[in-house]
């Protein structure tokens, strides 16, 4: 990967580069703080050691077992988006699916839809007790049941040491893949938890694991060298100076979902004591059309993350005789799409809005590791310079424990209160 | 619609009840704004007219037209978006695409899954000159010929008064439905622009106007008696107050896309003059396990606006003797959803963190013209009180310019600001 942080600079937030250069010293610090823990698997910090910790040989064991047509995740949050963002960046005649919500009438029609003797089925959770993975998987053991399929010879397990979900697979003897120690989920992509679909779609795992460790092997003690750490550091700087949100706007269709994986790990990561960086998905072009006016004309608080592979197919754009359209006509779609990326960038530029530049050359396995990897140091990064807990995520649990007690799984003060809402209600 | 407003009131960023009251006086002068505007047929606030000024007449007889396996939306923006949204939150025999990007693999991959003779393209464009929807457009034809199929037998042209498209319609006898007048394409889901589709994908037309003409009916001189008004003013009084954010969260599958057609029509009609309030798409219940911990603990700098069919199909969730499971087995999926809808508003309440509510009954087509009208009325509204010219968009044409530029179209300068970037890698 390579990232361009010229646009960061000198922009309405006011990084300049002596500021930067003076960062550089706290990124050393901060690199130091990194690499220890990935020499002791601290928690957390041996996510950045996947390249080289993930075996991927029993993953692909067990995908051989299948031969499918269709690869459902079952799971949710960092459980089941790495593998979504992986195998929607890349082709594949396996039709891959996460089944990430408990949406009812989603998960009817998606399981209507599927033809579940043709499909394997992944379900993920490391306590095996998240309750809509679990539910979920509840539901799609008795669809097969109620087609037929032998739901324990289609169905691998990945999940901690132990735990409901691991009883389950020795009970029924079901294939088992094992969520590493100290990954927190939204780091788990590059771990079976995000590879067993993708080896199962027939996607280069090594390929992957090799795009993760280039961006490894470039961290250092400055920013200057390594493209995730730059982006870490430029974004945290720029969040120090008022850039709210960060806009990641990739110029891709098939990244689209790295957006939303990008959204979970910078959200989840940065996103406490009062701080962090509110993450926005976008989409070029076509948010040109929805977001750019607000991009550069509203408020000075945002960060826009540019993302795009330099090469891609292309496609001609017939020539026509239709007024003011000859200038399109004998082009391609490739260049209207650099064309727009580029005029859009200087135009974000140009009224003085920060914005970064990252690039692969190809959506391809290499490139995606590149790509996953290097935002993940980006956020660790980020994450020491800010001084927060980057692999905890305590405020969820409120919820959580809510929710359970509104569906009569014990007592938790947390439903009481929802109880007592204070309405307001306009008809 | 329903808004339940009383979550905005007393939390982190103080807006009190109080504060609610002086607002309306101001929101009594926005309304005869409004309606004045209305009444007039001024560009923008016609929009708020189409319930009654839209005939669906016209727009069923050139559906009925066709019968078609797939109807495929060509356009960008407030061209694609509407008619996308209704089509994803209602299910039909008939598959609905967009082709509102020119990613050429991505473009490439959509055009080969089709069978084009089975398709009928709606290409929408009001100017007929946007570069990436002619740009597909002649791509589309192209591919309609190499298939063996007339493009001018499965073509239907919407568009403005004149120009490009209506000269191409009047020489190939294509039929043509009109991009009505004063209308900005984010405000035109309501009219042929976005009905056109739902009219081919067998959806009551009526029934969709008629759900925004219930909302229509309740626009009024305070906030307390329009939802819609409720949650602009709501919405305004809190950004004024540091909710740079609004955080829109779904929960339904259906209305993923509607989130994205309400993040344009936020960003692109208030974000201008150095203010607005940012749009961020999420997902109830999967981003939960994505965004809340940011939303719960990060920065008490938003608005999270919580939205909800009450009536859903359900479905069983199986019993189990897995341990500690036993609470999910005889509930349901619902059950699951509506307790975590709960569980996850009460859980921002409980930080501080002000949240909204908005109900519709069903996910059908009155429910969604109701919620698209709401949030047009809510939008207006707010632009009104923050007093910026809610209806147009002039920061994009720098982009659109240099663009141009770029591929040959003639000479901007913004083009050559383009070459001049300022570049700082990290490689």
Request: glycine share 10%; with cysteine; aromatic share 6%.
């Amino acid at each position: 990967m390579r990232a361009d942080i010229g646009n960061a600079l000198d922009g309405a937030l006011g990084l300049d580069r002596a500021a930067l250069d003076d960062l550089d010293d706290r990124v050393a610090d901060a690199h130091d703080r990194i690499e220890r823990g990935r020499r002791d698997a601290e928690h957390g910090y041996a996510a950045l050691n996947l390249p080289s910790t993930c075996d991927p040989a029993p993953i692909r064991r067990v995908a051989a077992g299948f031969d499918p047509e269709s690869v459902l995740t079952v799971g949710i949050g960092g459980s089941a988006l790495g593998a979504a963002t992986i195998t929607d960046a890349l082709d594949s005649p396996v039709d891959a699916y996460a089944l990430d919500n408990v949406d009812p009438a989603w998960v009817t029609a998606l399981l209507d839809d599927l033809d579940l003797a043709e499909t394997v089925v992944n379900v993920v959770s490391r306590s095996g007790t998240t309750a809509e993975t679990l539910a979920n998987f509840l539901v799609v053991r008795d669809a097969m049941d109620a087609a037929g399929v032998d739901w324990t010879e289609r169905t691998v397990v990945t999940t901690g040491p132990d735990g409901n979900l691991r009883e389950l697979a020795d009970r029924h003897d079901l294939p088992t893949l094992a969520v590493p120690d100290g990954v927190p989920g939204r780091f788990s992509a590059l771990s079976p938890v995000g590879l067993f679909a993708a080896a199962v779609c027939g996607h280069d795992l090594d390929a992957l694991l090799a795009g993760a460790a280039d961006e490894a092997a470039k961290l250092s003690g400055s920013l200057t060298e390594s493209p995730g750490y730059a982006y870490g550091a430029v974004s945290y700087a720029l969040a120090e100076r008022g850039a709210a949100t960060n806009a990641v706007m990739p110029y891709a269709e098939s990244l689209e979902r790295f957006a939303e994986w990008f959204a979970q790990l910078w959200a989840e990561s940065l996103g406490k004591d009062g701080r962090g960086q509110t993450p926005a998905r976008a989409l070029g072009v076509t948010d040109q059309h929805s977001q750019l006016q607000l991009y550069r004309a509203g408020p000075a608080d945002k960060l826009v993350t540019l993302i795009r592979p330099t090469e891609t197919a292309d496609r001609e754009i017939p020539a026509t005789d239709l007024e003011g359209l000859d200038y399109l006509g004998g082009s391609s779609l490739g260049d209207l799409l650099d064309a727009e990326f580029r005029a859009t960038e200087a135009s974000l530029a140009a009224a003085g809005r920060e914005n970064v530049r990252l690039e692969i050359d190809r959506v391809d396995e290499r490139g995606v590791g590149e790509l996953l990897y290097a935002t993940e140091a980006a956020c660790v990064l980020y994450g020491e310079l800010a001084d927060v807990e980057t692999f905890t995520q305590p405020a969820v649990e409120w919820g959580k424990r809510a929710a359970r007690g509104l569906l009569g799984g014990g007592e938790f003060a947390e439903a009481d209160a929802v109880a007592d809402k204070r309405r307001l209600d306009v008809e």
